[in-house]
């Protein structure tokens, strides 16, 4: 089992900057993909960035260019540096961890944080 704890979200004026940290309990992080999802009431969770153990990234098409995904392994931490914020980009914002076995995919969340972007 693997916990996940969020931090560094917040309110932010448009145009803005956060960092989103996610510390994972696990001592063997660096085995695990992670990433970064967010909701809104009403709407399903979505992608937003997704980080593998090796490194490679993905970005969701309304965030690229603007968010950055990274982590530190030695920390079991991964971060989300999100500029330029916009209002639609408000929302719960959920850390993942994931690994794969056998081709099942293990998730594993955070409680979520709050991202708040004013106009």
């Known amino acids: 089992q693997v916990q996940l704890a969020e931090s560094g979200g917040g309110l932010e004026p448009a145009g803005g900057s956060l960092r989103l940290s996610c510390a994972a309990s696990?001592?063997?992080?660096?085995?695990?993909?992670a990433g970064w999802y967010r909701q809104v009431p009403g709407k399903q969770r979505e992608l937003v960035a997704e980080?593998?153990?090796?490194?490679?990234?993905n970005y969701a098409a309304s965030v690229k260019g603007r968010f950055t995904i990274s982590r530190d392994n030695a920390k079991k931490t991964v971060y989300l540096q999100m500029n330029s914020l916009k209002p639609e980009d408000t929302a719960v914002y959920y850390c993942?961890?994931?690994?794969?076995?056998?081709?099942?995919?293990?998730?594993?969340w955070g409680q979520g944080t709050q991202v708040t972007v004013s106009s």
């Open positions: 993942n961890a994931f690994r794969t076995s056998s081709g099942t995919r293990y998730n594993y």
């Open positions: 696990t001592t063997i992080f660096s085995i695990y993909g």
């Open positions: 980080i593998t153990s090796g490194g490679s990234t």
